[in-house]
Structures are given as C-alpha cells and as structure tokens.
C-alpha cells in the first residue's frame, strides 16, 4: 500500500490473514473512518470492518497484544467413518446471520426446542448473539423438529443449517 493512501479492502484482508497467522490475541487497527478490530479468545479469530471516526485522519494506528500463555494445540479429529450418515429428513431452518447461536434462553434453562417437538411457524427454536445483541430465531415452517444440526453455544454463519422440520401434513 503507498504512503498516505486509503487501505483497499484487498490490503485488509491481507491484514487479517497475516494476524490469524500470528500470535496475538487482539488486534484494533483504525485508519480515516476505517476500523478493523480483530479478537481470538475461545472462537476462532473473528473481524468487524466497520465505517467509523478514527482517531487519527493521518496514519493508521495499529495495537496489538501477545496472549499471556500460548494456546493449546487442537486435537487431531479422527476422519469419518467410510459409510455416509443419512441427510436430515426435512426443510432446514437456516441460520438468517453469523454469531453465536443459543438453543435455550440462558444458561442451564430448558432448550427452546427439541427432536421431536411441534412448531408453528412463529415458534422461537433459538437465539443468534452477534455483538452482545440477542436476536430470536423463528421457525419459519410449521411442523416437527426432526434433526438439530448445531450444538449449544456455537457459532454460525449466515445461511447455514441450524434444524431440520418436517412440514405439517407430510
């Protein structure tokens, strides 16, 4: 990138890719009104660019800070058995966004749905956290709960499959 001129979306993503190789922890870089804040805790290393005042027009301003005990290394996951397991049996219920999906309405209470249960169309079967905001989940379809796809408190991105209900009547 030259000298005072404004990061293309090319030199962010090379950014971010450069830091999720590393081993920081945080990172907040502001740039004009760009800000790119970037953070690895018990998920993976998540980024926002958003349209925001910096706090200097000028430079780009980078802070960053190296995690206090280096993070364990993932265990290796066996590869799936050779026989492919059966698909869903009906319509998935897709996730309308990213974060964090919650299957109950908080910690240890009962889930909103189960495999099994009958749903109407407005019937909440979880909630998405994105940025401290909790968003409900509707059904969308009425029917019965067949397979659920996601586990508690995992994380979710837009359009993937959160539950599978069979309609009503087939």
């Known amino acids: 990138m030259a000298e005072n001129a404004r990061p ?35 998920l993976p290393a998540t980024a926002v660019a958003q349209l925001a005042p910096a706090a200097s027009a000028t430079s780009p301003q980078l802070t960053a800070s190296k ?42 209470a009962p889930p909103f749905v189960s495999v099994g249960d009958t749903v109407r169309t407005d019937s909440i079967i979880g909630i998405i956290e994105v940025m401290k905001l909790m968003n409900p989940v509707h059904a969308g379809i009425a029917g019965t709960i067949s397979a659920i796809a996601v586990e508690d408190a995992q994380a979710v991105e837009f359009g993937q499959d959160l539950l599978y209900i069979v309609p009503e009547g087939s």
Do not use: C, K
């Open 67 to 108: 995690p206090a005990h280096p993070e364990p290394a993932l265990p290796a996951v066996a590869p799936p058995a050779s026989s492919t397991p059966a698909a869903p049996h009906g319509t998935a219920v897709t996730s309308p966004m990213m974060g964090i999906f919650f299957r109950s309405p908080s910690p240890g």
């Open 8 to 42: 293309s979306w090319d030199d962010l993503v090379q950014l971010i890719t450069e830091v999720d190789g590393s081993d920081f922890d945080n990172v907040a870089i502001e740039y004009d009104d760009i800000s790119v804040r970037m953070s690895r805790g018990e």
